[in-house]
């Protein structure tokens, strides 16, 4: 069962007994939701996905702090990997006076700490390859125009059973891409998205969608008419997110129906 829903049966003090006489109350009811146990394979590609993220975050990390030490000494470069790669050249010159000895010592461990996460990013990225073309269920959900490969896994690895949702928005309010209610005495007032759930996936979704807006707005207003006409009068990050929703919704209904993607009959004209 989710924490978050054995929480409201938890007396006045939390302590193991309390816990355990509120998940025995929780239990009981008949609504409760419960999650469904991952295999050891989706546990194990959910680890790749973890681990490559971890060390992303410390990539940019360290590139944040490459960049700050060396602007203290007056030295610069465009931002992007080039960028860095500038900055890591003129510390590895000898020749170069504006960087103190000591200084630089620094700098070079930082280098190759920088070079050694990227090494083992790209090796995550292959296994995650690897895992994706060894699954049946993650070649059927690529074909989704802005689910690639690393969405596709991490979609197969993070839901153990797709029938546990009762639809696709369900599941796409389980991602966190629905918006928030504040309704009361008949009136439906939504807001922005609620961004519950799992935030990994979506982001995945949401980096999805802007590459199909990106791909659509360079090859013409005919390419997915809706999407078009969604973006002329909202801004784009909104329209990415109902079309990340609209994507969810595509996922799971491949999941848990066992079907392949299907053109829409405006694109496949």
Not at 230 to 256: D, F, S, Y
């Amino acid at each position: 069962m989710p924490p978050a829903y054995v929480k409201p049966y938890v007396k006045r003090q939390k302590n193991d007994a309390m816990d355990a006489e509120a998940i025995c109350e929780a239990v009981t009811r008949p609504n409760m939701r419960f999650v469904p146990t991952k295999t050891v394979e989706q546990q194990s590609c959910l680890m790749l996905h973890r681990a490559r993220h971890l060390f992303i975050r410390q990539q940019t990390a360290v590139i944040n702090s490459i960049r700050a030490y060396l602007a203290e000494f007056g030295i610069v470069a465009p931002v992007g990997r080039r960028g860095v790669e500038q900055l890591l050249e003129v510390v590895a010159d000898k020749a170069e006076d504006r960087v103190p000895e000591v200084a630089r010592i620094c700098l070079v461990a930082l280098g190759g700490q920088l070079r050694a996460l990227k090494a083992q990013i790209l090796e995550f990225d292959r296994r995650i390859i690897a895992w994706h073309r060894s699954n049946a269920t993650s070649k059927r959900l690529d074909a989704i125009p802005g689910v690639g490969p690393a969405l596709a896994t991490a979609l197969v690895a993070s839901i153990a059973d797709p029938k546990a949702f009762r639809s696709g928005r369900d599941f796409s309010a389980w991602v966190g891409l629905v918006p928030k209610q504040n309704s009361s005495g008949g009136k439906d007032k939504l807001g922005s998205i609620s961004k519950q759930g799992d935030r990994y996936l979506r982001s995945l979704f949401t980096a999805g969608a802007l590459a199909v807006i990106r791909y659509a707005k360079i090859h013409g207003t005919d390419h997915r008419p809706w999407l078009t006409r969604l973006w002329t009068r909202r801004p784009t990050k909104v329209a990415a997110i109902a079309l990340a929703n609209k994507l969810a919704r595509m996922a799971w209904a491949m999941m848990a129906k066992n079907e392949r993607y299907q053109e829409p009959a405006a694109l496949a004209a």
